[in-house]
Structures are given as C-alpha cells and as structure tokens.
C-alpha cells in the first residue's frame, strides 16, 4: 500500500513536467506565429504603399509623356496617334496585370516557418506505429 502512493506521485510529476513543456513549446509557436503575422503586416502595408505611390506618379508621367507625344504629332496625325496610345496602354496595362497574378500565385505561405515547426513538433511527439 506504500508504493501506491509513490507510484501516483511519480506519475504526476511526469505528467507535470510534460505539461510544462507542452506549454512552453506551444508558447513558443504562439509567439512565432505572431512574429510572423506582424512581419507579414508590415510587409503588406509597404507593399501598398510603394503600389499606390508607383501608380500615382506612373500615371502622371505617362499622361504627360501622351500629351507631349501628341502635341508633336501634326494636326492630322493626332487622332491616330491618340487609337496608338490608347492600344499601347492597353496592352501594357495587360501585362502588368498577367505579371502580378503570376507573381501572386508563386509566393509560399505566409506562415511557412510556423507550420514547419508544429511539423517538427508533430513528428518528434508521434509515437510511430
């Protein structure tokens, strides 16, 4: 009747110590996870920023580089002109567009080294059949 005792107790300071390691390796994730989410915040409002920026100052520059083009065109010429700069834009606007959907669907997830720790973790608690 003795041992019974001891063996409970011994249980459960195993369970303890498993149990704070549990909680501390899931603090750890946490805390990666939450790095991870303000770098990907961060990275993403500077994304937009320098997106807006380049917008705003590349369609300034090229109504001004349209309008100077056509003002050097002879009277009659501008209007084809005009049908070049529009099918010009137009195309290049498609470009950019097919560029940055292929540059989207390329990038890995946002979280990749969390997910790559819980696997570690996943692995090293599995038991393995």
């Not at 390691?21 to 991870?36: K, N, V, Y």
């Not at 303000?38 to 997106?51: C, D, G, N, S």
């Amino acid at each position: 009747m003795t041992r019974l005792p001891q063996i409970f107790s011994g249980f459960s300071g195993t369970a303890g110590r498993f149990g704070g390691i549990a909680g501390q390796i899931l603090q750890d994730r946490l805390e990666l996870l939450a790095l991870e989410l303000r770098e990907a915040k961060i990275r993403f409002i500077q994304a937009l920023l320098l997106t807006c920026f380049a917008v705003v100052f590349s369609l300034l520059g090229f109504l001004l580089l349209v309008l100077t083009g056509l003002y050097l065109l002879p009277p009659e010429w501008r209007i084809y002109g005009m049908v070049v700069m529009i099918a010009a834009s137009i195309l290049t606007a498609w470009t950019v567009f097919i560029v940055l959907c292929r540059l989207l669907s390329g990038k890995l997830l946002a979280f990749d080294q969390s997910l790559s720790e819980l696997k570690k973790d996943m692995a090293c608690f599995s038991t393995g059949s």
